[in-house]
Antibody
Framework: EVQLVESGGGLVQPGGSLRLSCAVSGFSFNDHYMDWVRQAPGKGLEWVGCSRNKANKQTTEYAASVKGRFTISRDDSRNSLYLQMNSLRPEDTAVYFC???????????WGQGTLVTVSS | DIQMTQSPSSLSASVGDRVTITCQTSEDISNSLAWFQQKPGRAPKPLIHAASNLQTGVPSKFSGSGSGTHFSLIISSLQPEDFATYYCQQYQTYPITFGQGTRLEIK
């Protein structure tokens, strides 16, 4: 059974940092691109960024709104995806989902999400 | 960035109705479009990819069409479990972008 479990969310002050983790199981993690998608309270979905698979050198892409502040990494040996978030702003407050991307570019499996609240 | 214009933003319908949600993109994305369903407090669920391909396990009451810049999601014979928010997503080009969502409510 495919599972994605996010952790690491919480309350952080503006300007602070937080590291989210996504532990996966039930599939060959190193074969897949992985995305982070977020959803502010009561708002729509926003793509945050992606980590390509090992075959594509685990390179990354980011949304303009987080580029230079957020860093996506992965540890294939631990079947884990990470999102390092620095210089956090109130507008980064959201539920953060990790999601698997298939070879046909579909985000087919999603975690349950972890809430990040940026507030003083 | 490719802009997504999804309409309507909200829709009120009755059980048994057939509804259509549309998504227009600012650039030609061929058929690189997916549709998701999301219920409150839950992660999005994929319904359709490549504009018209039904995801495994999704009932055939859901169908998608379109290519280029105009796309549609049709839901036939609405049931209570179908009332949710629906999003389109383009994956032709980074950054991946989503429509703003359509909230489907019971009339």
């Amino acid at each position: 059974e495919v599972q994605l479990v996010e952790s690491g969310g919480g309350l952080v002050q503006p300007g602070g940092s937080l590291r989210l983790s996504c532990a996966v199981s039930g599939f060959s993690f190193n074969d897949h691109y992985m995305d982070w998608v977020r959803q502010a309270p009561g708002k729509g979905l926003e793509w945050v960024g992606c980590s390509r698979n090992k075959a594509n050198k685990q390179t990354t892409e980011y949304a303009a709104s987080v580029k230079g502040r957020f860093t996506i990494s992965r540890d294939d040996s631990r079947n884990s995806l990470y999102l390092q978030m620095n210089s956090l702003r109130p507008e980064d407050t959201a539920v953060y989902f990790c999601t698997r991307m298939t070879a046909t570019w579909l985000n087919d499996y999603w975690g349950q999400g972890t809430l990040v609240t940026v507030s003083s | 960035d490719i802009q997504m214009t999804q309409s309507p933003s909200s829709l009120s319908a009755s059980v048994g109705d057939r509804v259509t949600i549309t998504c227009q993109t600012s650039e030609d994305i061929s058929n690189s479009l997916a549709w998701f369903q999301q219920k409150p407090g839950r992660a999005p669920k994929p319904l359709i990819h490549a504009a018209s391909n039904l995801q495994t396990g999704v009932p055939s009451k859901f169908s998608g069409s379109g290519s280029g810049t105009h796309f549609s999601l049709i839901i036939s014979s609405l049931q209570p479990e179908d009332f949710a928010t629906y999003y389109c997503q383009q994956y032709q080009t980074y950054p991946i972008t989503f429509g703003q969502g359509t909230r489907l409510e019971i009339k």
